[in-house]
């Protein structure tokens, strides 16, 4: 067998991935739906321009023919603000014996390590595309549940109950060390496939009370089992509330998601949105009484017409729940395109189409939209940037330090990089929606 040396296996990796970042899931939908560009840096900032306002010094002229007065000029508002990405990077481990095995061969390398490097960068992009979502946002991953009513077909009163045979006592359990969220913030792709990750209970300063790691999801209850002993909440919100958060956002590491710039009432990258409403979402809170249905997203579709001047088409993202219901009770108002035969059956999930007054909206599912959320996008109005995509090089940097021998263990450390953030100048054409309740009966 020959041997490989450590430069040579250095060498072989910047060869073969150094550029290589287009590995992206099919289920990170954002990632390929909101494409990246680049932006405008100025020192570790990126500036982006949004108009806030319109023209308003019109002169009214009259029906005469004599000369008149031009009112003077009363400028739209343009503002620039200043967005920050944010680093995420994420190791792996090559075994010695599957750098040795490809006897320094690009293509032997490549064919020995592929699985490897591409599950780091599908997990990667799987961890972006939760930030993208809920970075910052302000009930973290979710909150722990204390949550009087029915759920999961099971009753319970604070968040006490009994699901799927173990005893809960304010949404934990510290015998079968599990989790129970609230109603509507579980989704099962921010968790599931994530064992060993490191998660951590936060009170309702941030603060984190407990942390450990991620053993297994309940995905069918909407519950985690961990390896901690988690504490139980004593309110739904405030004070006694507890939310889960992955290792590092309590101290806000991860990029500005969606989730926070559609529900953000006040300064948002910079700038105060209370006093420009075109630079704020609009949101629909259905209270969870209710199902999502194609006439209350068209209610708050005709929100964000009238409150932002929504134009176009837009896409729904909503839990694969909502999309079942979607699919069950608006099948009749579907729009179906030249592709589409009755004979056949496609696996997997599909697109809804449906017209509204807007133009067309297409109803994705999307397993890490939480069961209570709907992100309603103008997608033509995002973006995402910073200075580098997923991937095994770090701009302005050899590589070298991405890929390294390990002391201890028979194997060489390599690592993806990121630097994102994702942007939209036209907030109040976009929609949140927030408070359903897949299990409602209307």
């Not at 020959?2 to 590995?23: D, P, R």
């Not at 209970?201 to 009370?209: E, K, M, T």
């Not at 002993?229 to 889960?244: C, E, F």
Request: aromatic letters at 10%.
């Amino acid at each position: 067998m020959s041997s490989v040396s450590n430069n040579q296996a250095v060498e072989l990796f910047k060869e073969v991935y150094g550029q290589m970042h287009e590995l992206v899931p099919d289920s990170q939908q954002l990632s390929k739906d909101i494409g990246w560009a680049e932006g405008d840096r100025v020192g570790d900032v990126f500036k982006e321009d949004v108009v806030l306002g319109d023209e308003v010094g019109i002169t009214l002229g009259g029906s005469g023919q004599e000369a008149f007065e031009i009112n003077p000029a009363i400028a739209g508002t343009v503002k620039q603000t200043s967005v920050v990405p944010y680093v995420t990077v994420l190791p792996s481990i090559l075994p010695f014996a599957t750098i040795s095995r490809s006897l320094g061969d690009s293509q032997a390398f490549f064919k020995a390590t592929k699985f490897i490097t591409r599950n780091n960068l599908s997990s990667h992009e799987r961890f972006l595309e939760s930030f993208r979502l809920y970075g910052q946002a302000d009930k973290e991953f979710g909150y722990v549940s204390y949550f009087t009513g029915t759920y999961r077909n099971e009753a319970f009163v604070n968040g006490s109950g009994v699901l799927n045979g173990v005893t809960f006592v304010g949404g934990a359990s510290a015998a079968a060390k599990a989790i129970l969220l609230k109603p509507g913030d579980f989704a099962s792709g921010l968790w599931v496939g994530r064992k060993g990750v490191k998660i951590q209970q936060l009170n309702s300063a941030g603060v984190p009370v407990a942390s450990g790691k991620l053993v297994s999801v309940q995905s069918k209850y909407g519950y985690l089992v961990v390896d901690f002993v988690p504490v139980a909440a004593t309110a739904a919100s405030g004070s006694g509330s507890l939310r889960l958060a992955l290792d590092g956002m309590a101290t806000l590491g991860e990029m500005v998601g969606i989730y926070d710039i559609l529900s953000t009432q006040g300064v948002l990258f910079g700038i105060n949105n209370t006093q420009y409403e075109l630079f704020a979402g609009n949101r629909l809170d259905l209270g969870n009484n209710y199902k999502l249905t194609l006439g209350r997203l068209q209610e708050g579709i005709a929100d964000a017409t009238n409150g932002g001047g929504l134009e176009g088409d837009v896409t729904c993202y909503l839990n694969p729940l909502n999309w079942a219901n979607f699919a069950t009770t608006e099948s009749g108002l579907r729009v179906y395109d030249s592709s589409y035969k009755s004979s056949q059956a496609q696996n997997g999930f599909q697109d809804l189409e449906f017209y509204s007054q807007n133009g067309k909206i297409t109803v994705k599912a999307h397993r890490m939209v939480m069961e209570g959320d709907a992100f309603v996008l103008k997608l033509d109005t995002w973006k995402r940037s910073g200075s580098a995509q997923p991937g095994f090089k770090v701009p302005g940097m050899d590589g070298d330090d991405l890929i390294k021998p390990l002391d201890n263990q028979a194997g060489y450390q390599f690592k993806s990089y990121s630097d994102e953030y994702v942007f939209t100048p036209m907030p109040a054409q976009n929609l949140l929606i927030t408070g359903i309740n897949p299990s409602a009966s209307a």
